[in-house]
């Protein structure tokens, strides 16, 4: 039943039945988790306003939402050991070297908790990335906090603050953000 009706992108399934549940049964540990389930889900659904957050990227740097004012965050969860998440990385590092900061930023949430092993990748990469790892539990608060339950899963949320896509495809993030930031060139 859990696996039919919990959809993470879209609940109204699950709360079409949790309205036709007796209320006596609200206090049942299904009947809660669905709704936790659901509450989860609407936090992250497509327009609603992104969770805010405070964590320290690996280089001991505060980051929380409000450090991207006036632009577009790409908030990325990946995994050293996923391999569909290297795949969608090669994506980034174009997306990344193709739009300013000015325009488009990107946060990257590794659930990675060897944080000096990756600071030794990043010194040889030429990008200067904004990555948090999971030292102190702030990758799996981020989880959490916007309801991931699959790797690779990106976010992209708007000027306002308001998520515009969610996916697990770096193809589709890419031809988001060109149509979003090349349209607002033109």
Request: charged share 30%; with cysteine; net charge negative.
């Amino acid at each position: 039943m859990e696996e039919y009706f919990a959809d993470p992108d879209d609940t109204r399934k699950l709360d079409e039945l949790l309205a036709l549940i007796d209320p006596k049964l609200n206090d049942f540990y299904l009947v809660k988790e669905l709704g936790q389930f659901s509450e989860r889900a609407k936090r992250t659904a497509l327009g609603a306003e992104a969770p805010e957050f405070s964590v320290k990227n690996v280089y001991g740097k505060p980051v929380s939402l409000d450090s991207f004012p006036e632009r577009y965050l790409l908030l990325t969860f990946t995994a050293p050991w996923c391999d569909m998440c290297q795949t969608e990385n090669l994506f980034l590092d174009e997306i990344i070297q193709k739009y300013p900061k000015e325009q488009l930023d990107m946060l990257l949430v590794s659930l990675d908790d060897d944080m000096e092993g990756v600071k030794e990748v990043l010194k040889k990469d030429s990008i200067q990335w904004n990555l948090v790892t999971d030292s102190a539990g702030q990758a799996s608060m981020l989880l959490e906090l916007y309801n991931v339950s699959a790797l690779p899963r990106s976010f992209l949320i708007d000027e306002e603050g308001k998520i515009v896509l969610k996916t697990e495809s770096g193809t589709e993030i890419k031809h988001t953000i060109e149509k979003l930031l090349d349209e607002e060139k033109e």
